[in-house]
């Protein structure tokens, strides 16, 4: 009968031949420690043994790892768990910009699907990274680059989910607005006919000097800021009236200079 070893508290077959030993295997003969296994020696034990055994080696994320599996488990491919999962983890995963992302599998899904993020995001912005494995709904910022209205190459952070869902440059976003006094900012007209300049009466009551030096054919029709106007008594007696009143008050409701309806002229 051949004779047995014991491995913790199982005792089984000595191996006589190491070519049918772990041993024999040089990955489990790197990782096989007989110190931590009751000092047996590697070459007397099978591979086909089915007692559990502890093994050790450095992992892919630089960690030392101990763990229990049978040779004749680990004969069939079943390695550390943990680089299994470290495994999984990078087959899934990307690091952007510092922070984990899951990848993306269908180009479809990705920004580069998306023709104005497509176009602005720089992978030499991004460490390199494809846009094509960047999800559009990612929550993690991106560095984007552009030209704004006014010229000037902008580069900016901001998340894929954000920009899917309308977010456009920060710096393109200030430029369409501007201050009509010091506590109010008003978005930009566009289109000379959606201003005050297109009603005769408006633009002849408004003066830029009165409003932050602003041209009127850049306020819109139906702005709700207040804006200061200026006209002559519409009674005829020649004194300036000044007010202040919303766009929208004139345009829409009408209404015209309060001091007219008290004006001096009239008692």
């Given amino acids: 009968m051949a004779p047995f070893i014991t491995i913790g508290s199982a005792r089984v077959r ?45 992992c892919v994320d630089g960690s030392e790892n101990t763990w229990a599996a049978a040779p004749a488990d680990r004969s069939k491919g079943r390695n550390c768990r943990n680089c299994y999962r470290l495994n999984n983890i990078q087959d899934n995963f990307l690091t952007l910009n510092g922070e ?72 393109c976003d200030d430029l369409r607005y501007i201050f009509i006094n010091a506590d109010t900012r008003i978005r930009i007209c566009e289109d000379p006919a959606n201003s005050i300049m297109a009603d005769p009466v408006l633009a002849a009551q408004y003066f830029p000097e009165l409003n932050n030096g602003i041209d009127g054919v850049r306020i819109f029709s139906q702005c709700n800021a207040p804006v200061i106007w200026r006209h002559q008594c519409s009674h005829g007696c020649g004194e300036t009236h000044t007010w202040s009143a919303t766009v929208s008050n004139r345009t829409v409701f009408g209404r015209g200079c309060p001091h007219c309806v008290s004006c001096q002229c009239l008692v």
Avoid at 38 to 51: A, L, P, R, T
Avoid at 113 to 129: F, M, Q, R, V
Avoid at 133 to 146: M, P, T, Y
């Fill in 100 to 171: 984990r992302a899951t990848i993306c599998r269908n180009p479809e899904d990705s920004i580069m699907a998306d023709d104005t993020l497509a176009a602005e995001y720089k992978p030499e912005l991004n460490g390199g990274i494809n846009g094509n494995l960047i999800l559009k709904g990612c929550g993690i910022r991106v560095q984007w680059q552009h030209k704004c209205t006014d010229g000037v190459d902008h580069v900016w952070s901001a998340t894929p989910k954000g920009r899917t869902q309308g977010r456009g440059c920060s710096r």
């Fill in 14 to 58: 000595k191996c006589p031949d190491i070519s049918k030993s772990i041993m024999a295997n040089p990955l489990l003969a790197a990782e096989y420690d007989a110190a931590l296994n009751g000092g047996i020696e590697g070459e007397f034990i099978y591979k086909s043994c089915s007692v559990l055994l502890n093994w050790r080696h450095t």
